[in-house]
Nanobody
Framework: QVQLVESGGGLVQAGGSLRLSCVAS????????MGWYRQAPGKQRELVAE???????KYGDSIYGRFTMSRDVSKSTVYLQMNNLKPDDTAVYYC???????????????WGQGTQVTVSS
């Protein structure tokens, strides 16, 4: 069972920055996509950023330019650098790991417990 542990959330004023970390108990160097998602109360979970095994990144709507996702494969860790935070960024941020198998029925998705990010006006 893969475990994901997020850290780095907290309370910050609008315009401030936070850096989230997620440590995975798995090799993330291949056949793995790591992602950051967020969910505000009463709203659907949405993609914040995603990084593939090749290192390419994808960002959710209105995210790119303020947030940057990166990884340290040797540490099985991904990061989310969040700059110029806005109150609308307030949410629980979850780390996600998707493992891709040759047979897709063995694909798996794992989630961390989440870390709260609160941005005040």
């Amino acid at each position: 069972q893969v475990q994901l542990v997020e850290s780095g959330g907290g309370l910050v004023q609008a315009g401030g920055s936070l850096r989230l970390s997620c440590v995975a108990s798995a090799d993330i160097s291949s056949r793995v996509t790591m992602g950051w998602y967020r969910q505000a109360p009463g709203k659907q979970r949405e993609l914040v950023a995603e990084i593939g095994s090749g290192g390419s990144t994808k960002y959710g709507d209105s995210i790119y330019g303020r947030f940057t996702m990166s990884r340290d494969v040797s540490k099985s860790t991904v990061y989310l650098q969040m700059n110029n935070l806005k109150p609308d960024d307030t949410a629980v941020y979850y780390c996600n790991l998707k493992s891709w198998a040759l047979n897709s029925k063995y694909d798996r998705s794992y989630w961390g417990q989440g870390t709260q990010v609160t941005v005040s006006s």
